[in-house]
């Protein structure tokens, strides 16, 4: 009996001792300056990420894990396994099953390609890393200096919000979060590629599917998002000279709905740092401009951003992110700073500012908040 049980346990004990395992444990908490009836003016959560991953001869099993606990609302009260594949190597090429999160772009403060997984908008909403997890299926080959993608994106992700009570919530009626889709995939092309003698990277993507952006209808009382099928083209490249680094974006959206007219999207911008600019202190001064011609889609639409990145290059690995945005045409502003560094090595501290002042017909309200992240990296 002890052998048959040693039998069974084998597998596990040889997964713990190959297992690679990262993550974080934390808290923020952030306050909140507005005068919108019914809101709270503070909000105060626990945070668990953690990535586990076995490799296994030529291919490897990957797991990421989201939590989230806060004390006020229970919407964002969950577990969320963003990233669960398994992946195989070929000598030049792999093929992944499951679900996990890409990152496509090249600009610093919004990515109008990054279009494959759906927003977190049970996190904060302007934080746009903060993505769910898509269930595909994918193979890639590799050439020389390139690569080449066919990716089935399996399903589209219901986008669920926090609670009325919120300060990110900001629709203006109850919301049902069951999207309104047909029931099909939707399948990316992509070529990626970098230059031998010129320091550039570049990509090209094809899209017959599911846009990322979708429009909302009113339906039994409340409102739901509706995603419609599109053929979309995509393309973003960044180009190092010496020390200024030019990045660029572009979308064109073919769309088969009659509610949506075809659209087309650009971004461009450029990183300059000055290196040991004061003591051994580097800033990079950031410029981006978008402009989108969208009839659903009013963020973005003519807008520039200027920024700047300070880092300190100490033992803390400290650094400063800033920057301002401003809509040319409807005068939006938005004004951001955050501030983060290392304690004690496993230990990080981010303090971060914004304030955001729309339009007076915006979905938004002024608002300012500030916000302090204490987490604790293994």
Request: charged content about 25%; glycine content about 6%.
């Amino acid at each position: 009996m002890k052998k048959i049980a040693l039998a069974l346990l084998l597998p596990f004990i040889l997964l713990c001792e190959e297992l690679q395992y990262k993550g974080n444990i934390g808290f923020e908490q952030e306050y909140f300056l507005h005068d919108i009836k019914g809101k709270r003016d503070n909000a105060l959560a626990l945070r668990l990420e953690a990535e586990f991953k076995y490799e296994l001869y030529n291919s490897e099993i990957a797991m990421k894990v989201k939590g989230i606990f806060d004390k006020e609302d229970e919407n964002r009260r969950y577990v969320d396994f963003n990233e669960l594949y398994y992946k195989y190597n070929f000598d030049d090429s792999d093929i992944l099953i499951g679900r996990n999160i890409r990152f496509w772009g090249a600009l610093e403060f919004h990515n109008l390609v990054d279009i494959f997984n759906t927003k977190d908008f049970l996190d904060n909403p302007f934080d746009y890393d903060s993505k769910l997890g898509t269930w595909n299926v994918s193979a890639t080959h590799y050439l020389e200096n390139s690569e080449i993608s066919l990716i089935v994106k399996l399903k589209e992700e219901n986008q669920p919000m926090q609670d009325r009570s919120s300060i990110y919530y900001f629709l203006p009626q109850d919301y049902n979060e069951n999207l309104k889709s047909k029931n099909r995939p939707s399948v990316f092309l992509k070529y990626s590629g970098s230059g031998d003698e010129l320091q550039i990277d570049y990509s090209f993507i094809y899209l017959n599917g599911f846009d990322n952006n979708r429009y909302l209808s009113f339906e039994k009382g409340k409102l739901r998002q509706n995603a419609y099928i599109v053929n979309k083209f995509l393309s973003y490249a960044t180009l190092v000279l010496d020390s200024t680094i030019y990045k660029g974006e572009y979308s064109y959206t073919l769309s088969d709905d009659e509610k949506i007219s075809n659209y087309t999207e650009v971004g461009v911008g450029l990183e300059h740092t000055l290196y040991s600019f004061y003591d051994n202190k580097d800033l990079g001064l950031l410029v981006e401009y978008y402009k989108n011609d969208s009839n659903t889609q009013s963020f973005f639409a003519n807008d520039l951003t200027l920024g700047f990145r300070l880092s300190l290059n100490d033992m803390s690995s400290s650094e400063i992110l800033g920057g301002f945005s401003v809509g040319l045409d409807n005068h939006e502003k938005i004004m951001f700073i955050k501030y983060d560094t290392r304690v004690f090595q496993k230990y990080k501290l981010a303090l971060s500012y914004q304030k955001l002042a729309p339009k007076s017909d915006s979905v938004f309200a002024k608002l300012q908040s500030a916000k302090l992240e204490f987490t604790y990296y293994f």
